[in-house]
C-alpha cells in the first residue's frame, strides 16, 4: 500500500555530485513531511535534511550544511537530496522516510521507510 523508492545512488568521486530522488505512493503525499537519512558501517543511523510537508521550511544535518539540498516536488509525489562537494565521509545508505504533518530529528517518529540506496564517495 505505502510505497517509498529510492533511485539516484551509486559511485561518485570527492568533490562530485548525485541526486537522490524517493517517489512515494499510497499517501497523500502533501500531508507529510519527508526527510532523508543515512548509516554508514558501524554508525548509528543519522538524520541528514528534513523538508515540510508543502516545502514550508526544510532543516539539516550542520554535516551536510552548505553542501546538499533537500526539495520536493508535491505534483509527482517525489522527495529529492541534491549532494554537491561530496566527501568519502558521506558514503552511506541513505533512506527517505515520511512524518504525518510535522517533523522532527529523531527517526522514531517517522511513519514510512523507504529500502534505501547505496552512496560511495571515493578518494
Known amino acids: 500500500q505505502v510505497q517509498l523508492v529510492e533511485s539516484g545512488g551509486g559511485l561518485a568521486q570527492t568533490g562530485g555530485s548525485l541526486r537522490l530522488s524517493c517517489a512515494a505512493s499510497?499517501?497523500?503525499?502533501?500531508?507529510?513531511?519527508m526527510g532523508w537519512f543515512r548509516q554508514a558501517p558501524g554508525t548509528e543511523r543519522e538524520f541528514v535534511a528534513a523538508?515540510?510537508?508543502?516545502?514550508?521550511?526544510?532543516n539539516y544535518a550542520d554535516s551536510v550544511k552548505g553542501r546538499f539540498t533537500i526539495s520536493r516536488d508535491n505534483a509527482k509525489n517525489t522527495v529529492y537530496l541534491q549532494m554537491n562537494s561530496l566527501k568519502p565521509e558521506d558514503t552511506a545508505v541513505y533512506s527517505c522516510a515520511a512524518e504525518y504533518l510535522v517533523y522532527t530529528n529523531s527517526a522514531s517518529s517517522w511513519n514510512y521507510w523507504g529500502q534505501g540506496t547505496q552512496v560511495t564517495v571515493s578518494s
Open positions: 499510497g499517501i497523500t503525499f502533501s500531508s507529510y513531511a
Open positions: 523538508i515540510g510537508s508543502r516545502a514550508d521550511n526544510t
